[in-house]
């Protein structure tokens, strides 16, 4: 084999070595769900950190206009401003109105398409405005609630078709006012029934030699001289079972009739005295029949006057374990059907009926006048309970009961109110001067029938 010695080592050829590179560990990704979940929690984070540090925000907004009636706008102003602080999308208006010709002009601004967001109106008025009304949402109190948190007189005034129409700030019924000093002096009590009342006001009644009144006993009977008569008819006819829908038969009759008896039987008033509020302001006057708002100007006339106030009578049948019947009239806070802003306007009213927006607005209205507006919820009862004059108005709320008969609502010549309380004025000056109270109520139930289908209503 060419001589080459196959099993003789040879001198290996040099091998220049190759550096060993170690490669890279492959790269762990995070999976990109991971990622979004992180980004996300991230965004919400800010989300919910901005949000601290935002107002509370109504779902709605827009500037508001509210017309009241009675209170100033100092008693409103601050529960304003506290709302609007809390929501400052919403700007409220708060405009008081003039009484007069009040139901007018607030129909005739519904009707041009110009009217109010929230309005003030009286219980009495739900079939005259009912078309003008919104429905109270459920989100701001159900039907239940409502009727759970409020006296039954309200449910049963402000249900129309499907829903509640409005929510009271307030309340407000008749009270007997006792001139404390005469009832001193002749050693008497307050009566709790019409038949004591009429014992009571003819032993009160003094009269000089000509046979005029120098003090009356009790202010009943006439009709012009009278404030609230029709109120406290309504509360005669209906504590006697009378449905005022038809306002004929014994029960009516004789409630008309015990109505005219203290004039034309007693002689404890006449048409020589002075409209009633004035006669018992004047201290001339033993007992007065109205509602809480006398007071003021009760008290305006004579402050030095002493008075109490208590329940309204009732008639002799009641029973000690049975409530009596009292007569509300109160006012009431409606939105317009139409508003562009009903959502906030809703809310604002949702927050004023709050017990805690409640006990603001009575403190406000105390600092200006000796007591507030009473309390509409059943829940704050116990607040007036120790109020000398609204806790016995209070006390009989829970059986209240309202009709068509009411006076000072302001509801013009055509409103429910006017046109009814002539028929029964008629009625009761027709009595007084002789006519059977049978005749007298067929005229009445006649024009109750007339006046109720202006409004859609059918006699009961």
Avoid: C
């Amino acid at each position: 084999m060419d001589g080459q010695n196959i099993y003789q080592p040879q001198t290996p050829t040099p091998v220049v070595p190759v550096p060993q590179v170690t490669p890279p560990a492959p790269k762990r990704r995070i999976p990109k769900i991971i990622i979004f979940i992180l980004l996300g929690l991230v965004l919400l984070s800010l989300i919910f950190a901005a949000i601290k540090f935002l107002p509370k925000k109504t779902a709605g907004g827009g500037e508001i206009t509210m017309w009241g009636l009675w209170e100033d706008e100092p008693t409103f102003a601050p529960l304003i401003a506290e709302y609007q602080q809390q929501n400052p999308g919403v700007k409220i208006t708060y405009v008081r109105q003039s009484q007069q010709d009040y139901r007018e002009r607030l129909t005739n601004s519904l009707a041009k398409g110009d009217g109010p967001d929230i309005f003030r109106f009286h219980n009495s008025w739900v079939p005259m405005l009912k078309s003008s009304l919104d429905y109270v949402p459920a989100s701001v109190i159900s039907p239940a609630d409502f009727a759970k948190n409020y006296y039954p007189v309200m449910t049963s005034d402000l249900s129309s078709g499907t829903g509640i129409v409005g929510i009271p700030l307030m309340y407000d019924g008749l009270a007997l006012f006792i001139n404390q000093d005469i009832f001193d002096k002749a050693g008497k009590i307050p009566p709790t029934t019409w038949d004591e009342l009429r014992i009571t006001a003819k032993a009160l009644t003094q009269k000089d030699d000509q046979g005029v009144i120098t003090q009356a006993g009790v202010a009943l009977g006439k009709t012009g001289n009278v404030d609230n008569w029709p109120e406290i008819l309504a509360l005669m006819m209906l504590q006697n079972g009378v449905s005022l829908f038809k306002p004929t038969g014994k029960l009516a009759e004789d409630a008309l009739t015990f109505y005219t008896l203290f004039s034309t039987v007693d002689g404890v008033w006449d048409d020589t005295q002075p409209p009633s509020t004035v006669a018992f302001a004047t201290g001339k006057l033993a007992m007065y029949i109205g509602p809480s708002w006398r007071a003021f100007e009760i008290m305006q006339q004579n402050p030095s006057l002493k008075f109490t106030v208590a329940p309204v009578p009732q008639v002799p049948k009641v029973s000690q374990n049975q409530p009596g019947i009292t007569y509300a009239t109160y006012w009431v806070e409606g939105v317009w059907a139409k508003s562009k802003n009903t959502q906030a306007a809703w809310d604002f009213l949702k927050f004023l009926s709050s017990k805690d927006s409640l006990t603001k607005l009575y403190t406000n209205a105390s600092a200006q006048r000796q007591f507030g507006e009473p309390y509409p919820r059943t829940d704050m009862a116990d607040l007036l309970k120790d109020q000398p004059i609204l806790a016995p108005i209070i006390s009989q709320a829970p059986n209240a009961e309202s009709w068509y008969l009411d006076s000072r609502t302001f509801d013009g010549p055509t409103g429910i109110n006017s046109q009814i309380n002539k028929y029964f004025e008629d009625a009761v000056n027709a009595v007084g001067s002789g006519t059977p109270a049978a005749k007298a109520l067929e005229t009445v139930a006649s024009g109750v029938s007339q006046v109720l289908a202006q409004y859609g209503m059918i006699a009961k």
